[in-house]
């Protein structure tokens, strides 16, 4: 099976297993974006998959990340795609990703904030950068997000930046804690939040692994990396 193919039946099994866990959920498919998350794969799977119809990507190092858009524009010229950071930001580092992606995903503290909005600004578009807030459940501070139950003083904190828009949240089920659990208390959060910032409605939860769990309870967007993509890894990441 070459790898075109490989990719095509991957991307049937993911979206049929969106498909179940939709109307399970009473849900319209509609209402959940597929994220291939592509980091360490190359631009070339990049490629196949937007042949196949995806058009939001995930990568979470900048160092990778730059070059692979390129890459990918090269190979797809005029192919749509919008590209998210998904991984740790060090606020050094903002100006680079604030080059390639169109959201960041991982935003957890003021201070990358501000920094991501001077880079914002930097950039010299009209367009405010699209952003979530990582949300932490069990506060672990070596998993990264912010705490959730801090998560209205950050959101108060980026909806003042003109050059930033507040999307919505993020999250990774925490170890120790079920998927089901973990994503029950971010839906009540992200409920509780959507009083004062009702634009928030993106909530990016579930990966390949817990997929199901995190659409029964509201998730709009699925990362999904392993069971698209397979364990193939680039030579020289």
Do not use: Y
Request: net charge negative.
């Amino acid at each position: 099976m070459n790898r075109r193919d490989e990719l095509a039946a991957n991307l049937a099994e993911v979206r049929e297993r969106i498909t179940r866990a939709c109307a399970a959920a009473g849900r319209s498919v509609d209402e959940v974006t597929l994220l291939a998350v592509t980091k360490t794969f190359p631009a070339e799977d990049v490629a196949l998959l937007s042949d196949l119809g995806l058009t939001e990507f995930a990568e979470n190092r900048d160092q990778e990340a730059g070059p692979k858009a390129a890459g990918f524009a090269e190979l797809r010229p005029g192919a749509p795609a919008r590209w998210h950071m998904v991984g740790s930001l060090q606020r050094n580092k903002a100006r680079s990703v604030v080059r390639w992606a169109d959201q960041v995903d991982s935003v957890d503290s003021e201070r990358l904030a501000d920094a991501l909005a001077r880079a914002a600004a930097a950039r010299g578009t009209a367009e405010p950068l699209d952003v979530l807030i990582q949300v932490s459940i069990d506060g672990d501070p070596h998993r990264g997000g912010h705490p959730i139950g801090d998560l209205p003083r950050l959101a108060d904190h980026i909806a003042g930046k003109g050059e930033l828009r507040l999307c919505g949240v993020m999250t990774v089920a925490p170890l120790g804690m079920s998927p089901a659990q973990a994503f029950d208390a971010l839906d009540s959060a992200v409920t509780r939040l959507r009083v004062d910032h009702p634009t928030a409605t993106v909530t990016s939860a579930g990966m390949s692994g817990d997929l199901e769990d995190a659409i029964t309870r509201g998730s709009t967007c699925v990362r999904v990396g392993t069971a698209l993509l397979g364990s193939r890894r680039l030579a020289s990441p």
